[in-house]
Structures are given as C-alpha cells and as structure tokens.
C-alpha cells in the first residue's frame, strides 16, 4: 500500500522556520522525482520545490529560492523541506509528491504563518 505522509506543519510567527518530512512506503523511492506542492485557500495548488531520484537535483519555484531547501534520504526513504524566513503568504496546507510514470500525493500538512 502506497503511502506519504507528511508532518511538521503548525503555526509559526513571520520570519521563523519549520522542517516538513515526508515518510514514504510502498513503492520504490529513490526511483522517483519528489515534490513538495503546496495550496492557500481560494487559490490553485503551486509547486514549491522538486529533487530528482538519483541525482538529487533540487528545482525551486521564484518565491522560495535562497528561503527554501528540499533533500531527500534514500535510506529513509524520506523528504525534507526545510522553511526558513518563513512569510506570511507561505500559509498554506503543503502536500507531499512522488513521481515516475505515476503520482501519488500525501494528505498534507497545514503550515500557517502569522503573528
């Protein structure tokens, strides 16, 4: 049974961190492009960052760059994204990705940024 789960999301003041993790089972991680998608209310679901499977290159979206950093452990077959200078606008609930061939997501994690 395919499963991603992610944790570490909660609420956080402006300018603060948080690392989410994203624990996978059932498939054949490190074979798959890892993604962290994430969506505010009203608004459309945004990638935020992806780490290729063998090589770990990471990609991110303009909004993160230089905030943001993905990695993934193999032998955990695990995703990280650590958050750091943490805004306002990054509120939103952020879901797990996994891709090769096909897609599975995760059920998400709420992150909410405010004072």
């Known amino acids: 049974q395919v499963q991603l789960q992610e944790s570490g999301g909660g609420l956080v003041q402006p300018g603060g961190s948080l690392t989410l993790s994203c624990a996978a089972s059932?498939?054949?991680?490190?074979?798959?492009?890892m993604s962290w998608y994430r969506q505010a209310p009203g608004k459309e679901r945004e990638l935020v960052a992806s780490?290729?499977?063998?090589?770990?290159?990471?990609n991110y979206a303009e909004f993160v760059k230089g905030r943001f950093t993905i990695s993934r452990d193999n032998a955990q077959n695990t995703t990280y994204l650590q958050m750091n200078s943490l805004k306002p606008e990054d509120t939103a609930v952020y879901y797990c990705?996994?891709?090769?061939?096909?897609?599975?997501w995760g059920q998400g994690t709420q992150v909410t940024v405010s004072s």
């Open positions: 990705n996994a891709r090769f061939m096909v897609t599975y």
């Open positions: 059932g498939f054949f991680f490190r074979r798959y492009e």
């Open positions: 780490i290729s499977s063998f090589s770990s290159s990471p």
